[in-house]
């Protein structure tokens, strides 16, 4: 598959989930947790059997098999005191390519934004995936909530080339 090919596909898989997220909005819904929204994420785009295909690595340590879709994909730098990590990240396919995740992905589920720690971790997760030391070409932020909230005035106004979607039943998705 080609770049475009499959930020096309990941695209259609969260437009998906957040149908389904929107859809099921109960406290009894398919979705418990972050956790959950990302494995059925990891289990949408992985319905395409190219994501889960063994390939040759070429890494800076030698050649090595790998999948090209992974949940928990540590990061090259630091979070805090220790080594960040993407929800999901999809290896860039194209081997000329100055990026080594073509895609990374974070997931965020807030139903309130009352705490400075709720706001913190979303600011957090758009500097790990604009990091350029991330090598992250394509990062998307997913916030996720059951209501709606004004994500704008808590986003700082360059979100760094990061996209981000709006998921919740008032507004459907939308990229702000």
Request: proline share 6%; charged share 25%; hydrophobic share 35%.
């Amino acid at each position: 598959m080609q770049q475009q090919e499959i930020i096309k596909h990941v695209t259609k898989c969260i437009h998906e989930l957040a149908h389904i997220f929107n859809r099921f909005t109960g406290r009894f819904g398919p979705f418990q947790s972050e956790g959950d929204i990302r494995a059925y994420l990891y289990y949408l785009i992985s319905k395409n059997p190219f994501f889960l295909n063994i390939f040759n690595y070429k890494g800076e340590e030698g050649v090595f098999k790998n999948i090209y879709l992974h949940a928990e994909y540590s990061t090259f730098c630091r979070v805090k005191k220790s080594r960040g990590h993407l929800d999901l990240a999809i290896i860039d396919p194209d081997e000329k390519s100055p990026f080594d995740t073509l895609i990374g992905i974070e997931i965020k589920w807030r139903d309130s934004l009352k705490n400075s720690k709720d706001l913190l971790e979303i600011k957090q997760d758009l500097l790990k995936l604009s990091n350029p030391k991330n090598e992250i070409l394509y990062p998307i932020l997913l916030l996720f909530s059951r209501k709606k909230y004004p994500y704008t005035l808590i986003l700082p106004p360059n979100k760094k080339n990061c996209t981000v979607y709006q998921i919740n039943p008032e507004v459907g998705i939308r990229q702000i």
